[in-house]
């Protein structure tokens, strides 16, 4: 078991290069098994889920290897198994993307249900749903934790969405791309991530318009093609480090971003008190006194990310008032308090809102991660926190986070992992 060591209270100064976006790579890999061909995806992040996902592509008779650091080559030529129930599909939530994938190409699949993050009944109905309309029968067995889906053909149609949804978009995408005739995704997700799938799938030939709004159409093609395709830098990450410099104070510019993804972010930090420099591919955080408190609701793209909320708890927990936070998107992802409040954080739960009392000084604890953003807030508040702390689950950390203690000891954090 590995844990990381962290002595806080230290500014943070310096500059961090952003990696690739985790929830744009985990639907670009299955995206590229589409294709009967290779594939080369860029600005790959060094990170866990990604080493799950070329295990699964591996084992259905795909070639997905590093070609070079940061550097993917898929070649699906020979993928000739559309049954993805192995253990490495159970691991994590994005292995969903793997029946769109098998779907569009293999007109039937079987994938075990996915895995990921523990905060919530995390229901792919919506997923289903919509391979039924795209003409699929759809076999749910929870026994097994099997989900076997089979069709003619695809047949594309008018698909609304009960709830705004980043997976149900891009597997939709995904089943739809060798449809027969036009599909239609209304009340589509607009993330990011969603956008550079959609660009990735045009890459290869798909044809596809309108992601980033709430509409996206897709037409149907015979086939699809391998592509050269460079991943966007990670929202999420970015939002953590610039988090991160706003709660330790010191002067952050975080790099390699896209500065508009941020902007509800940036927003946010300017209103407790950080000065925020934007320019072409970077944000500069200078963070001096204490944070003011603040009101936080996430919500889907372009709001407030839920991805950033418990690093912005942690972030608040020194804040000077009370800062309520309101969680709309998953029913419990508020585990991870209970861990906060180790480090002395005096925080309510109620339901889905949180209220942060901001305190003088946390303290350093022995905590875990009880989950990737979760484990991204402990670190957060053992920067800040007077003292040494113990952070435990760090495999959680590094399924979406690479090389987060190296990346951090260059900003002056006095980080270390330790092999127990
Ligand atoms: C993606 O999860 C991300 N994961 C999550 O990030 C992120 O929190 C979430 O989007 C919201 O932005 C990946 O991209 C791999 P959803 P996803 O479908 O697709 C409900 C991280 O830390 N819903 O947008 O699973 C669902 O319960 C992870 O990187 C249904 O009801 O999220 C939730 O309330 C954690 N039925 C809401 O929709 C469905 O079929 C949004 O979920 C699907 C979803």
Not at 40 to 59: G, M, R
Request: charged share 25%.
């Amino acid at each position: 078991m590995e844990h990381l060591l962290i002595r806080g209270k230290r500014p943070l100064v310096g500059e961090v290069s952003i990696s690739g976006a985790k929830n744009a790579v985990v639907a670009i890999i299955p995206a590229a098994i589409i294709a009967d061909g290779v594939s080369i995806i860029d600005n790959l992040p060094a990170i866990e889920d990604v080493k799950c996902l070329q295990d699964s592509l591996t084992k259905l008779g795909a070639v997905c290897q590093l070609i070079d650091e940061g550097t993917l080559m898929v070649d699906s030529s020979a993928l000739n198994n559309f049954n993805a129930t192995f253990n490495s599909v159970r691991r994590i939530r994005a292995s969903y993307y793997l029946m769109g994938a098998l779907l569009a190409r293999f007109k039937q699949a079987k994938v075990a249900l996915p895995g990921g993050c523990n905060f919530g009944t995390r229901p792919i109905d919506l997923h289903l749903k919509a391979f039924r309309a795209l003409g699929a029968e759809v076999d749910e067995d929870y026994e097994n934790g099997i989900i076997s889906l089979k069709a003619d053909k695809l047949v594309g149609t008018n698909i609304f969405l009960d709830t705004v949804s980043v997976g149900a978009t891009i597997n939709i995408m995904l089943a739809a791309t060798l449809a027969e005739g036009v599909t239609v995704i209304e009340n589509a997700a607009k993330e990011p991530h969603i956008v550079d799938t959609a660009n990735f799938l045009n890459m290869m030939g798909a044809r596809i318009r309108g992601a980033g709004t709430d509409v996206i159409r897709i037409t149907g093609v015979k086939e699809l093609h391998g592509a050269e395709y460079m991943i966007i830098p990670d929202q999420i990450e970015a939002g953590t480090y610039m988090i991160a410099a706003a709660a330790c104070g010191g002067h952050v510019c975080v790099k390699n971003i896209i500065p508009k993804h941020m902007d509800s972010l940036t927003t946010k930090l300017k209103e407790i008190g950080c000065r925020v420099i934007e320019g072409d591919d970077f944000v500069e955080i200078v963070s001096e006194g204490r944070l003011k408190s603040t009101k936080i609701k996430t919500m889907a793209y372009p709001g407030f990310p839920t991805d950033l909320h418990p690093q912005m708890a942690a972030g608040l927990s020194k804040a000077d008032g009370v800062s309520i936070l309101t969680e709309t998107v998953w029913e419990n992802r508020f585990q991870y308090i209970n861990e906060l409040r180790k480090f002395g954080c005096d925080i309510m739960v109620d339901g889905r809102v949180a209220a942060i009392h901001g305190i003088e000084e946390l303290h350093g604890a022995e905590v875990m991660a009880t989950d990737l953003r979760a484990g991204a807030a402990m670190i957060i508040a053992g920067l800040t926190a007077d003292g040494i702390t113990k952070i435990g689950n760090v495999r959680f950390i590094d399924r979406g986070y690479e090389k987060i203690e190296y990346k951090l000891k260059a900003l002056g954090a006095d980080i270390k992992r330790v092999k127990e």
